[in-house]
């Protein structure tokens, strides 16, 4: 069974920086897609941002974009999510995700970790 793993959530005050990881095991991941979700209290899942199977390419969400950024190993096995300048807005469960490519959905979830944002 292909699993993942986030870890390094934790409490941050607003405009200080947070590296969230994510390690699959199972299976390799070369030939998967990979991406982060969030889910705030009350609010709606959020896609976050998304990394293709290559490692060469990355889509942002507009709210995250150019103070998150996406990186993966050249085995695809770990994913990060450097978040830089955090805001409070960004408190939030972290889910990592993936699917294989040319599949529409995010079959693959992992457990999430917790990100708190405050003074």
């Known amino acids: 069974q292909v699993q993942l793993l986030e870890s390094g959530g934790g409490l941050v005050q607003p405009g200080d920086s947070l590296r969230l990881s994510c390690t699959a095991s199972?299976?390799?991941?070369?030939?998967?897609?990979m991406a982060w979700f969030r889910q705030a209290p009350g609010k709606e899942r959020e896609f976050v941002g998304s990394?293709?199977?290559?490692?060469?390419?990355?889509y942002y969400s507009d709210s995250v974009r150019g103070r998150f950024t996406i990186s993966r190993n050249k085995a695809g096995t770990t994913v990060h999510l450097q978040m830089n300048s955090a805001k409070p807005e960004a408190t939030a469960v972290y889910y990592c995700?993936?699917?294989?490519?040319?599949?529409?959905?995010?079959?693959?979830w992992g457990q999430g970790t917790q990100v708190t944002v405050s003074s």
């Open positions: 990394i293709r199977s290559s490692g060469g390419s990355t």
């Open positions: 199972g299976r390799p991941f070369s030939f998967y897609a």
């Open positions: 995700a993936a699917k294989q490519v040319g599949s529409s959905q995010y079959h693959i």
